[in-house]
């Protein structure tokens, strides 16, 4: 076994692989970029070799340097993670050249189903079912479309070097193809320094079921059984559990062993990912089901911890063992399926805005009671966190959005699903924003509670998932009211004149408050009585809600009740620019609102019509249009890249370009004006 590996990967998976390093007394050397230097990854491993700056190909991405790093302290292995450099064959070979072991499979594997093309070739000899499609190596625009309207709309566009859902499009029609073949390529090239496509036909109701895989050098292979990761958003996954809903015994069989045909047709060694692509003619018609290749992940997947849940493995572990050359812990017949388990992927995005990235500090993020590493087999109500970060941590534009994977274990789904709920209840995120309340959302969906799963699973529940209110303002509002009289409560001295308990020798007092929830103003007004209790009446648009107050301390929350409505809740104020903006978090859900100081910043809002922002940090792709256009509402105005992926800026009302403020290629800042627009 390895004395020192270095873990050429930063945020989560690099914690998560030092993790099970530790456990088996092997050192750790972590790489860091100059956005990383105080990272957590760095903090647990044992040395840390700062590789460069803050962009991937400026450290993470700049083999030459990682790999001096691990032959300057003396490291007998290199495990790359996912993403990075974890599916690049010539990192693979250049680490057997420098003597160094990868932690993954042999360069000829990562080669051949690197590029999707010649991969779907390849299981096409090894008699595994492919979805119709294009796959060869001519990438004459031309063609291309000529073998889109062959195969069908829609169809689907993606990128031959790809993954994670970047260089991918459905295109719907003919007329659309020329556009999303270019934004494909763009965001290949970007992404994998490759722009060659396939083209495929794209399956109706479709369910994305992975078959985790392992192989070692004695010609040794298994499937550690599946995984559903059909709950999408920009063919990025959402949330994952295993087993997959509805699978049968029969149907199980036949896509492992067609897996364990696919990764041996590559001589396959290490953990790996077979994706299948699942054509259901019902939700509720399992025998139905019909199962194609859609590519192989060489390497540990994001979503391996349900699999270790339901099984009881510990997967890095069998990375490392069969990478010093041990064979595989159990043989095929050994291995067993316990419970259920879900995954959600917490990302610093907002789902309300096109799931657009978010980046910021962490000013607050509190985790639910749960193992920081260890199975959730293992206890702790069967609950995992993995993250890379810490409260404090900020959530750079150079890197993926994802904050945490939270993870859960139960004996039945059902259970497994409450303890999500229960989970993501707990967590408090503040400082950006999350999708923590749109996780909850989707998992209390019929769609989802019912196991009826595909891929268009938040379109069709978009109703119940986006532009939702859990608290409403009448709780809301009583919370921040109740957490300041609180608060205040607990600061004043011994002096009698500095309390602000509305006490009067005679008559009542009363206290405004302003507030701006959901964009719109409202006011509530607190009547503090002779007898001390408390009185007070939000107004809104619809009119007034009224009644007792009362509240009581619970260590850091407070028990509020309030117009027939009684809950725990925890507030936490941030300054946004001028605005004092109070998260209000209670059992039903998290949600915001500005409070409003009447008498700061009169006379300080600024009329901001005829600009358009940038909604993140990033580059500038291209612009759409050109000075003295007329445009229409909704109409593409500019494209920019920001944490790996494409984002299109639409005018947001008729009018004309009156100047463009910056060219392809230039790296703007969040709020930065993109260019403007006489509406």
């Not at 934004?183 to 496509?197: H, L, P, Q, T, W």
């Not at 595989?328 to 259920?340: A, D, I, N, T």
Request: aromatic fraction near 6%.
């Amino acid at each position: 076994m390895f004395k020192k590996i270095l873990i050429a990967n930063r945020g989560e998976i690099a914690c998560r692989v030092a993790a099970t390093a530790k456990r088996m007394g092997i050192q750790t050397v972590a790489v860091y970029s100059d956005a990383d230097a105080h990272a957590k990854h760095v903090q647990v491993c044992d040395e840390a070799v700062h590789i460069g700056g803050s962009a991937p190909k400026d450290s993470y991405l700049r083999w030459e340097r990682i790999l001096q790093a691990a032959q300057d302290t003396g490291a007998q292995a290199v495990h790359p993670g996912y993403g990075f450099l974890s599916e690049n064959e010539d990192f693979a070979k250049a680490c057997a050249a420098a003597g160094l072991v990868f932690i993954g499979p042999p360069a000829s594997a990562i080669l051949a189903m690197g590029l999707k093309a010649e991969s779907k070739q390849l299981m096409e000899k090894a008699g595994v079912p492919l979805v119709p499609g294009y796959h060869a190596a001519d990438q004459d625009p031309a063609l291309l479309q000529r073998e889109a309207d062959r195969i069908g709309y829609p169809a689907l566009i993606k990128a031959s070097a790809g993954g994670g859902g970047k260089g991918m499009r459905v295109v719907n029609s003919s007329a659309e193809f020329a556009d999303a073949l270019a934004s494909c390529k763009r965001e290949a090239i970007n992404s994998f320094g490759d722009d060659a496509v396939l083209i495929e036909k794209y399956v109706q109701r479709p369910r994305h079921i992975e078959i985790q895989v392992f192989g070692d050098t004695h010609g040794n292979c298994v499937y550690l059984f599946e995984r559903d990761c059909s709950v999408q958003r920009r063919h990025q996954k959402v949330l994952e559990e295993a087993p997959a809903p509805g699978m049968t015994e029969a149907l199980r069989k036949q896509m492992g062993e067609a897996a364990v045909a696919a990764a041996k047709a590559v001589n396959y060694v290490g953990a790996g990912t077979v994706e299948f692509i699942v054509e259901q003619t019902g939700y509720d018609q399992p025998d139905s089901m019909k199962f194609f290749f859609m590519e192989m992940n060489t390497r540990l997947q994001v979503e391996h911890p349900v699999t270790e849940a339901i099984t009881g493995l510990d997967l890095v572990e069998w990375q490392l063992r069969v990478a010093s050359g041990e064979p595989l812990p159990l043989k095929q017949s050994e291995l067993r399926m316990h419970g259920h388990a879900i995954e959600a992927r917490i990302c610093a995005e907002n789902p309300d805005n096109n799931f657009l990235p978010a980046t910021g500090r962490l000013a607050v993020y509190r985790k639910p009671s749960c193992s920081s590493f260890a199975l959730p087999s293992d206890g702790h109500g069967g609950v995992r966190i993995d993250d890379g970060v810490r409260e404090g941590d900020s959530i750079s534009p150079f890197y993926d959005s994802m904050v945490a994977k939270l993870i859960v274990h139960g004996d039945t789904r059902e259970q497994a699903l409450a303890r999500l709920d229960e989970a993501l209840s707990q967590t408090r995120i503040v400082g950006l924003t999350s999708n923590v309340q749109f996780l909850r959302y989707i998992i209390r969906t019929d769609s989802f509670a019912t196991a009826k799963l595909d891929t268009a699973l938040i379109q069709r529940e978009e109703k119940a998932l986006f532009a939702q209110e859990p608290l409403g303002l009448a709780l809301t509002a009583a919370s921040v009211v109740a957490n300041t009289l609180h608060s205040e409560q607990a600061l004043k001295g011994h002096d009698p004149f500095s309390s602000r308990d509305g006490w009067r020798a005679y008559g009542v007092a009363t206290r405004n408050f302003g507030f701006v929830f959901h964009g719109a103003s409202h006011n509530a007004v607190l009547t503090y009585a002779h007898d001390g209790s408390l009185l007070l009446c939000v107004t809104d648009a619809e009119g007034e809600v009224s009644g007792p107050l009362a509240y009581r301390a619970d260590g850091d929350a407070l028990h509020i009740s309030f117009a027939d409505q009684h809950a725990r809740v925890q507030v936490f104020h941030e300054t946004q620019g001028h605005e004092d903006v109070a998260h209000v978090f209670a059992p039903q859900g998290g949600t915001r609102i500005t409070v409003v100081d009447a008498l700061a910043h009169a006379g300080d809002v600024q009329e901001a019509g005829g600009r358009l922002t940038a909604p993140m940090p990033g580059k500038v792709v291209s612009f759409a249009v050109a000075a003295g256009d007329k445009v229409k509402a909704g109409q593409p105005l500019a494209v920019m890249e920001a944490m790996k992926m494409e984002h299109t800026i639409a005018a947001p009302a008729d009018g004309e370009v009156l100047e463009l403020l910056y060219a392809p290629g230039d790296q703007v800042a969040e709020g930065e004006e993109l260019l403007k627009l006489k509406v």
